[in-house]
């Protein structure tokens, strides 16, 4: 059984911390404000605008204590990831867990952050939140519907979505667990004790930045380890910024994925709005959705 951490209620504190890649902590202060407007306390992390010279946001000591520390502490009812990048894999290893598997909390982040998601789903049986982070809320995007489905989350309200039809899709309704995040994260927890066991769940996935090639090597080694094979559903979110090879790899993102995907029966949905991009609706990784995948109409729902 899945555990689900206390929404939040006014009064709250949410942590802001940095377990990845380096962040200038003036990009996060809308963020602040925002939160702080929708009458959450925060407490930023000294890692949010580290004086880290390098990629990361401070030592790979100085992230794991952070967030360590937040994990640990009774007082913050949250914690939002102010980016991702790369490094929670780094740390992950030597996080204790023993403290929030008896009080639970939210943790909040997208990409990188995949790595805390699934760990804390397969380690610690506790739900998570799949959402837009620090950067999000600048030039305006607070007041969209993909940072304001988040703050519908933390309050307890289920959100229900839907994207338009698309014609690789496999129609059909199915209701299950929701798990997933970036499909490179995703791939590289395969056989680490992060691994999630998709069986009987709808997976998500997305990405960014990667070669066509790569999506399709990495969604073989997902195919291959088992994970397409017993699955309630699938979910393509977007894929952006994808690049081909000089010599072409011959297919399109879309025509690549489908070729891998295309002979299972149960109910897959291309271009949902999950992704790095603007369109990132909040999920709740561990939550029970009902995803119906009609001919005309996407709709995705928590139950």
Avoid at 137 to 151: I, M
């Amino acid at each position: 059984m899945i555990k689900i951490p206390p929404y939040l209620k006014k009064g709250d504190t949410i942590g802001i911390t940095c377990p990845a890649g380096f962040m200038v902590k003036e990009k996060a202060q809308n963020c602040i404000d925002i939160l702080q407007q929708w009458g959450y306390q925060v407490m930023v992390g000294k890692t949010l605008g580290s004086t880290s010279l390098n990629y990361f946001s401070g030592t790979d000591e100085e992230r794991l204590n952070e967030l360590q520390a937040m994990l640990d502490d009774d007082s913050i009812n949250a914690i939002l990831c102010g980016r991702g990048g790369y490094g929670v894999g780094r740390i992950i290893d030597q996080l204790d867990f023993k403290k929030f598997k008896r009080k639970p909390k939210w943790i909040i982040g997208f990409s990188d952050i995949t790595v805390l998601h699934s760990h804390v789903f397969t380690t610690c049986k506790t739900a998570s939140i799949h959402a837009p982070m620090a950067a999000a809320f600048n030039d305006g995007g607070a007041e969209n519907e993909y940072v304001q489905s988040l703050k519908r989350m933390l309050a307890g309200k289920k959100n229900k979505y839907s994207c338009a039809a698309n014609i690789h899709n496999s129609q059909g309704t199915a209701t299950g667990e929701l798990v997933g995040g970036n499909l490179s994260l995703l791939a590289h927890l395969t056989g680490t004790p992060s691994d999630i066991d998709t069986k009987n769940k709808i997976l998500f996935i997305e990405d960014i930045g990667e070669y066509i090639y790569s999506i399709d090597r990495m969604l073989y080694q997902l195919k291959r380890s088992g994970k397409f094979d017993n699955l309630a559903g699938l979910i393509i979110g977007g894929f952006t910024d994808i690049k081909d090879t000089d010599r072409p790899f011959g297919e399109t993102m879309d025509g690549a994925i489908y070729a891998i995907v295309k002979d299972y029966t149960y109910p897959i949905c291309f271009h949902f709005p999950v992704s790095h991009g603007t369109e990132n609706y909040a999920l709740k990784i561990g939550g029970v959705y009902t995803l119906a995948v009609g001919k005309n109409k996407i709709v995705l729902s928590e139950q």
